[in-house]
């Protein structure tokens, strides 16, 4: 069973706009912007041996304004500019009461049956409480960016930026590495 990092599409591998102190997701590819300052670090969490997984909250598929074409497009320059095994997206709305949108737990679930995972071993990014929330509920460790969306869930830690996050997550597993020895 491998380990895993779950990362927060929106917010983490693009760059989302803030509007009334919510973060607006990118619906076309014209509007995606890749934040590129993230790609030598998810290189990192590659090489140390770790599955990444994006995982994303998109209802405006139920909602009628986020065509299948476009996410495609858009989730494939994610998989080219990225060292990602997968991407899972939650397609559905509140009122749909599914088991995959955050801050429920069904994404990272998912993702656990199909690698493999050891989902206790695993680390999950972001800067939304949502996913700190998925994150508890399935066992896995959180890791967020500070922000305005940190909420008050449970967190594992809390960190300045995604360097000292991937920098934490390199020391959590050199020091696992060394109670499992
Ligand atoms: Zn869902």
Redesign the pocket.
Known sequence: MKPAVFIERDGILNLARVERQHQVSPLTLEEFRVNEAAVPLLKKLKAAGLLLVAIT?QPGFSRGYQSRRDLDRMHDLLSRTFPLDDILV???DEI?R????KP?P??LVEAGFKWHLDLDRSFVISDKWQDAEAARTAGCTSLLLESPWVGNVHHDFVLPDLTAVVEKILRLRTARRAVAA
């Open positions: 909250n939650c397609p559905h749909d599914c088991p995959c949108r429920k069904g994404l």
